[in-house]
């Protein structure tokens, strides 16, 4: 052990076998992946597993699922074949149809109202088609039958009975016209009753020329004629309705028995299904009431689009159904995962054709959405991306609420105009929604959203880390298979293992742990498999896998190396080796994103007379977090409690992390800041080769920190740059040393004496090694032993207390003259 990391107490040096969690590929049982079976379970989440297999037999309202966790953990491939799993074992053992088929049909009472029809599965497209069937022989008999001889000669009769009944009542009226000197004649506005004279139409000037006795003779004749003329138009107009009425009473005739021929077959299938029914029932109503676009063979060239009576709707359009939900080809219960799950991609939505200038819309352009899809099955869900598209989380909770699909314009609901608006019959809905997303989601939700505890009553939680038992080495091994086989990769060599093992070790900073985020282990496998093959190799070893671990760290520690090139130019002052006296390296993590790596700060501290206490010039200028000013606030907790038993604690000191350009937060440099500020009371210079993170409590303890990995590496790296002596090393606190998976390159300079790593407990500890200088124990009278750091902090607020009494003193002294001779 270097005599400048000597300590006192508990505090000491820690092995290189202490650095790292090394796995013996030896301790594998098994040369190659390609003897595994490849995982199809999860790896040690049985408490996520059993929160879904509750969710999912929990047939309650509300019982839907958030499936919490960290990103990369695998949670939505891993939920979604676990659910298929579970799915096809419950059907295994209960049987059933599964879901049907839902259908929206033309709505005879209210055309912008579709009905919605549910049907057993696959019998969707079967109406379908025997919808269609049933138009096109509609089509074809009725033609037959409107053509036929009989047909042609019976209308024919009719209407010339009609005609002739008329001509009898046209011909008697100018006969009696005639015979009274009128000629009748028919004009734009109606009949016009005309004098004759010798057989020519009396002219205007005439008639006014003759004696106005024979005028009011003409005149009224003319009255007489025009009473027996509105009479005959009105009989030859009612001889006209009537033979229109028994021209339809034929088609009626012929009509009913051919409609009625076509339905009864279909009628009968579907006799036990009442909507089915009554649709049926309404499309032959609707067809007997529209026998003339029947009539013709062809009816696409004999009914124009833009007749007023389908506002440019297809006249054939009630005998189109649209199969919304189509379950024909969907083996089981459907599982449905929604990764887009925008509005209309999600509830549904009403497409449009444009005419004439508008939009048209109909039963046919009704799309189903993937909630629709996955009644009476599954749906999985993003809880972020469901949460950030516009107008989704209301209606998704609306529809889970209620039971029911309801198919609206999302910008109808936001105020906006939207033309010609159908309103779809609701979809009853029948699913088990499983929102996965991350654990602070949840709580925002549960803390923020009414409704959220009403309808996701299980979570299940997702570790990011499981315990390093040889079992679930074993599983993590089967990964690795799955991934290769998966993948079309190389298999692995189990040291290659064993070196994926000690990384996702290393990804949660525990040596007994191991990483659950299976997305990043699978792009080291992917990218050790590169690298064995720019090598030729036939299976992958550790060294293609330590590889890709260190081409991935340079392709993002470009920041890293330039804060090092600065450091060791001096650009940012940071010193390696000497001793300073109130100054010390503490550490601190820049997490870049994609990145983390660790960086030491120079903090510096300065004592002097006063009774201010300990200011933070960070606090002060507003460029540090809540959590670091408790920090700083804790160190006057224990400064009272272990220098200011026998006197009152006066002190003035000011801390602060030299060229900090961005905010600081955390306490993990509170341990740091009293050393510095021990070490400018005590005078004691503090050696500036070792760097020191943790947190401190009011009793002097030192408290675990995050990232002990990431700033052990970066303060070596900065000595390696600067040269390393020998003399160099990091303070942690004890409880981080099973957190240490250091990279190899450190682990080597401390097996070679060139770098060191102590863990404390305490602060005394701490400063013990920093300056070369016991602590020292408090003695039973309440001192500390001579020549320690503890009395020599001791002795200078003594000093101080003393100082400032005796200044206070004076000055009194001094105000006290002033006014006697004043007076």
Not at 493 to 501: D, I, P
Not at 553 to 559: E, F, G, M, Q, T
Not at 665 to 673: Q, R
Request: aromatic share 8%.
């Amino acid at each position: 052990m270097d005599p400048e990391m000597a300590v006192n107490a508990d505090g000491h040096e820690l092995l290189p076998e202490q650095l790292k969690w090394s796995c013996d590929p030896n301790s594998l049982p098994f040369e190659c992946t390609k003897e595994l079976t490849p995982l199809t379970e999860f790896i040690g989440q049985d408490r996520a597993i059993k929160s879904i297999e509750f969710g999912l037999s929990m047939a309650r309202p509300g019982y839907n699922i958030y499936v919490a966790g960290l990103a990369g953990t695998g949670k939505t491939s891993m939920v979604k074949a676990y659910i298929e799993k579970i799915v096809r074992e419950r059907e295994k053992k209960e049987g059933g149809a599964g879901p049907g088929d839902w259908c929206y049909v033309y709505n005879f009472a209210d055309p912008d109202r579709p009905n919605i029809l549910g049907l057993a599965r696959g019998k969707g497209k079967v109406i379908r088609d025997q919808s269609v069937d049933l138009l096109k022989a509609l089509k074809e008999e009725l033609g037959k039958a409107f053509s036929s001889d009989e047909y042609v000669n019976a209308r024919k009769r009719t209407v010339e009975e009609g005609q002739s009944a008329q001509r009898k009542i046209f011909e008697d009226l100018n006969s009696q016209v005639q015979a009274d000197g009128f000629s009748l004649q028919v004009t734009p506005v109606g009949p016009v009753l005309v004098p004759m004279s010798n057989g020519k139409p009396l002219e205007s000037a005439q008639f006014l020329a003759m004696d106005e006795r024979k005028r009011k003779v003409i005149e009224g004749k003319r009255t007489k004629l025009s009473k027996k003329v509105e009479e005959s138009f009105e009989k030859a107009r009612n001889l006209e309705v009537e033979t229109g009425k028994k021209v339809e009473e034929l088609d009626r005739k012929v009509g009913e028995i051919t409609v009625s021929r076509q339905f009864e077959a279909l009628s009968a299938e579907y006799q036990s299904h009442k909507e089915v029914s009554l649709f049926l029932e309404g499309l032959k109503t609707y067809t007997m009431g529209n026998l003339d676009f029947f009539k013709a063979p062809d009816q696409t060239q004999q009914i124009p689009a833009t007749m007023p009576m389908f506002g440019g709707r297809d006249p054939f359009l009630p005998f189109q159904i649209n199969v919304f939900v189509d379950n024909s080809e969907t083996k089981g219960t459907p599982v449905v995962e929604e990764t887009n799950p925008i509005y209309s991609n999600l509830m549904g939505k009403i497409e449009r054709r444009f005419l004439f200038g508008g939009y048209l819309s109909d039963h046919t352009m009704l799309k189903a959405g993937s909630l629709s899809r996955a009644s009476g099955g599954y749906l999985l869900l993003s809880s972020r991306d469901v949460l950030m598209a516009p107008a989704v989380w209301p209606a998704l909770k609306r529809a889970i609420k209620n039971k029911e699909v309801t198919i609206e314009d999302p910008w109808e609901q936001m105020g906006f105009f939207t033309p010609q608006g159908l309103r779809p019959q609701p979809q009853p809905l029948d699913v088990k929604v499983i929102l996965i997303g991350d654990a602070m989601v949840y709580h925002l939700l549960a803390a923020y959203d009414e409704d959220f505890w009403e309808i996701f009553r299980v979570k299940s939680d997702f570790d990011h880390q499981i315990s390093r038992d040889h079992d679930n080495l074993m599983n993590y091994a089967a990964f690795v298979c799955s991934c290769c086989q998966g993948n079309s990769l190389r298999h692995f060599e189990r040291s290659g293992v064993a070196r994926v093992l000690e990384e996702a070790s290393r990804m949660v900073g525990d040596k007994d742990k191991l990483s659950t985020r299976f997305a990043q282990v699978k792009d080291i496998v992917e990218e050790a498999d590169y690298w064995a093959g720019k090598e030729g190799a036939e299976v992958v070893t550790a060294t293609h896998v330590s590889k890709a671990i260190e081409e991935k760290i340079y392709r993002h520690n470009l920041v890293d190396e330039r804060i090092t090139e600065l450091i060791n130019e001096g650009t940012i002052m940071i010193d390696t080796e000497g001793k300073e006296v109130g100054q010390v390296n503490g550490l601190s993590i820049y997490s870049l994103g994609d990145t983390s790596f660790g960086k030491p700060s120079r903090i510096t501290a300065k004592t002097f007379m006063g009774r201010s206490g300990i200011l933070n010039i960070e606090r002060e200028s507003r460029m540090s977090g809540k959590i670091h000013d408790k920090g700083v606030m804790i160190l006057s907790g224990y400064m009272g409690w272990k220098f200011a038993q026998d006197k009152p604690l006066s002190l003035s000191a000011s801390l602060c992390f030299e060229q900090s350009y961005d905010g600081v937060e955390g306490d993990s440099a509170s341990s740091t800041e009293l050393y510095a500020i021990l070490s400018s009371l005590s005078d004691l210079p503090i050696k500036q080769g070792i760097a020191v993170t943790g947190s401190v409590n009011q009793k002097g303890e030192i408290q675990p920190i995050g990232g002990v990995n990431q700033k052990i590496e970066g303060f070596f790296r900065v000595c390696r740059a600067k040269g390393l002596t020998g003399n160099q090393g990091v303070i942690i606190p004890h409880q981080n040393v099973r957190n240490l998976m250091l990279r190899d390159y450190v682990i080597d300079a401390v097996r070679q004496g060139k770098f060191h790593i102590c863990s404390v407990k305490t602060v005394d500890e701490g400063i013990s090694i920093l300056t070369g200088v016991p602590a020292g124990e408090r003695q039973p009278d309440g001192s500390y032993p001579e020549g320690t750091v503890n009395h020599l902090v001791d002795k200078k607020l003594r000093d101080i207390a003393k100082g400032l009494k005796e200044f206070g003193g004076a000055e009194e002294m001094k105000d006290k003259k002033d006014e006697k001779a004043a007076a």
